[in-house]
C-alpha cells in the first residue's frame, strides 16, 4: 500500500471499531438473542433441551455458552455478558477471511477484502449479537481454512461442528458438494463427508441416551419443515444452475460455490434473513475487493454510513430489554412460571412448551389460557402482536398491566362482581395501597385466597376504584396504580 493507501484504511479500520464499540452497548437486543439465552439457562437449571425447553435449533451453541451464563447469574444486563464472546467469533471470521482472501490473492487485497467484511451492515450487525449464526460462521470459515489447506478430515470435523450448531449447514455442504462437481476438484470428498457425520452423530447418540431423540427431531426437523413457501422459485434453481455449470466450469472454485449458494438459498429457503447469508459474505468481501481495488475505501465509506443508519445512530436501544428483565427478576423469584413470547424472560420457566415466532404463530396449539392456568402461572409478558386473538383477550381480561409485564388480578367493575382465572393468594388495592371492604360476604382483612371463578366485591368507600392483584406482586412493590416503566 501506498503512504495515503494506508492512512486510509487505517482510519476506516478506526472508525469500524469505533461504531463497534458503541453498537455493543447501544444496539437494539434482537428478539432471537433471548430465545436463545432462555435455551442456555435450561441447561443451567438442569432441564434437557427440546424435552423440557423448546428450541428448532441445533444445540451445540447454547452447551457452550451455558457456562458463562451460570458464571454472569440472574441480571438485567445479562445479555451484555453473553455478547462478549461474540466478539471471539467475529474476530476469527475476519482471521480466516484474510487467510482465505491472501491465499487466493494478496496480502494488499486480503487486508482490504477483511476491512470491507468487518463494515458490511448485515455482518457488522448480526456479529454482534447472542446467537448460533456467529458459532455457526466461524465453524464454517475454519472450516474453508482447512480446506484450502487440503486439510480434508479436519475440514469435515469443523463443518460437523458447524452442523450440531445450526442444521444450515446442511446447504453448505450441499454448495461444497456441486461446486466441486462443476469443477471437478475436491477430490477427496469421501472424508470430508465422513469425519464431517461424526460430531452430529455424537450429538444424536446424547440426545437419544437421554430419551429426548423424539423430541429433537420434532424441534429441529419436523418444526423447522412445517412452513411452506413459494414453489416458482424452485423453478429456477436448474436454469441457474445449467448457467453456473456452463459459465462456471473454467471459474475458481470458490466463485462457482458462491454463485451456487446464492441460487440454492433463494430458490429452497422460506425465510430468508441476513444471518441466513453470514457464511458466504466474506467470499463476497473478497471478490469485491480484488474487482473494486482502490474503489474499495468509498465502497467502506458507504457501509459505515449504511451501518450508523441502521443502529439508530448509535441511540441506545437496550434499556426497553433491560428495564423488562429488572421488572422480571423483582415481580417473580426462581422457579415461579412466567409466559413470555419465545424465552425473552431467560430465567423462568415458562407454562406453555411451544414459542411465539414466525413458525409457531402458525402451528402452535391456541391453548396458552388453559396453560397458564393449568400451571398456576400469575406473571406474563406484556400484551402484543405475537399473542393470538384468544391468549390476548385473556390477559387483558384477567391480568393488569405493572408496566413492561402483567400480574394476574382485574379492576373491579361498578357491579361490585368480578372473575379470578388463575386461582392464588390475592390482595385488594386503590391507588393509596390495601384498601377496606367487603369480599365475597365477608370484611376484607388482608390477602386472602381466591379460587377459579366469580367474586364480588364492595369498597367501603363507595365509588372507589378498586383492583384485585396478585398478592406476592404487590409486596414486591408493584401496583397496576403505578406502573414501573422507568428505564433501567
Known amino acids: 500500500m501506498s503512504r495515503s493507501e494506508r492512512l486510509t484504511f487505517t482510519a476506516v479500520a478506526a472508525l469500524s471499531l469505533a461504531f463497534r464499540a458503541l453498537a455493543f452497548f447501544h444496539y437494539r437486543f434482537d428478539s432471537d438473542e433471548p430465545q436463545h439465552l432462555h435455551v442456555a439457562w435450561g441447561w ?6 427440546y424435552r423440557d425447553v423448546f428450541d428448532n435449533h441445533a444445540p451445540l451453541f447454547h452447551i457452550l455458552t451455558a457456562p458463562l451464563l451460570a458464571l454472569a447469574g440472574e441480571r438485567p444486563t445479562v445479555l451484555f455478558f453473553m455478547r462478549l464472546p461474540m466478539i471471539a467469533l467475529w474476530a476469527i471470521v475476519l482471521g480466516a477471511t484474510y487467510v482465505i482472501a491472501k491465499r487466493l490473492y494478496d496480502a494488499r487485497i486480503a487486508a482490504w477484502a477483511t476491512l470491507l467484511l468487518a463494515v458490511l451492515p448485515p455482518f457488522f450487525l448480526k456479529s454482534l449479537e447472542y446467537r448460533t449464526d456467529n458459532l455457526w460462521n466461524a465453524f464454517w470459515m475454519l472450516a474453508v481454512v482447512a480446506l484450502i489447506a487440503q486439510r480434508f478430515a479436519l475440514a469435515g470435523l469443523l463443518l460437523g461442528l458447524a452442523m450440531a450448531t445450526s442444521m444450515k449447514t446442511s446447504l453448505l455442504i450441499v454448495t461444497l458438494l456441486l461446486a466441486a462437481l462443476i469443477t471437478r476438484t475436491l477430490t477427496r470428498r469421501w472424508l470430508l463427508l465422513l469425519t464431517a457425520a461424526i460430531p452430529p452423530a455424537l450429538v444424536a447418540a446424547y440426545f437419544w441416551w437421554r430419551g429426548a431423540w423424539p423430541s429433537l427431531v420434532y424441534c429441529v426437523v419436523t418444526f423447522n419443515r412445517s412452513v411452506g413457501g413459494a414453489w416458482w422459485p424452485r423453478l429456477l434453481w436448474v436454469p441457474a444452475m445449467i448457467a453456473i455449470v456452463i459459465f462456471g466450469r473454467r471459474r475458481p472454485f ?58 439508530g445512530g448509535f441511540r441506545n436501544r437496550t434499556r426497553e430489554y433491560t428495564t423488562m428483565m429488572d421488572q422480571v427478576l423483582r415481580l417473580t423469584r426462581p422457579g415461579e412460571m412466567l409466559m413470555d413470547y419465545k424465552g425473552e424472560t431467560v430465567f423462568r420457566p415458562r407454562p406453555y412448551y411451544y414459542i411465539f415466532e414466525a413458525i409457531g404463530r402458525r402451528s402452535n396449539p391456541d391453548v396458552v389460557p388453559e396453560a397458564i392456568v393449568s400451571a398456576h402461572c400469575y406473571v406474563t ?14 390477559l387483558v381480561g384477567n391480568f393488569l398491566d405493572m408496566g413492561r409485564l402483567r400480574a394476574a388480578g382485574v379492576l373491579v367493575p ?21 384498601t377496606r371492604g367487603t369480599l365475597d360476604g365477608t370484611p376484607y382483612a388482608g390477602a386472602r385466597r381466591l379460587e377459579s371463578g366469580a367474586h364480588r366485591f364492595e369498597p367501603a368507600a363507595p365509588g372507589e376504584l378498586v383492583a384485585i392483584l396478585w398478592a406476592p406482586a404487590f409486596r414486591r412493590g408493584f401496583s397496576p396504580f403505578h406502573l414501573q416503566d422507568r428505564d433501567f
Do not use: H, K
Open 44 to 49: 443451567t437449571a438442569g432441564l434437557l433441551q
Open 254 to 311: 470458490w466463485q462457482v460455490a458462491t454463485a451456487v449458494f446464492f441460487v440454492t438459498l433463494f430458490s429452497f429457503w422460506v425465510l430468508i434473513t441476513p444471518r441466513d447469508v453470514l457464511p458466504f459474505l466474506p467470499f463476497v468481501s473478497i471478490f469485491a475487493a480484488a474487482m473494486l481495488r482502490q474503489r474499495t475505501a468509498i465502497v467502506a465509506a458507504v457501509c459505515l454510513a449504511l451501518i450508523a443508519y441502521y443502529a
Open 381 to 394: 409478558q406484556a400484551d402484543g402482536p405475537f399473542w393470538t386473538p384468544r391468549t390476548r383477550r385473556f
Open 414 to 434: 361498578e357491579s361490585g362482581t368480578f372473575n379470578i382465572a388463575v386461582p392464588g393468594e390475592y390482595v385488594a388495592l386503590t391507588e393509596r395501597g390495601e
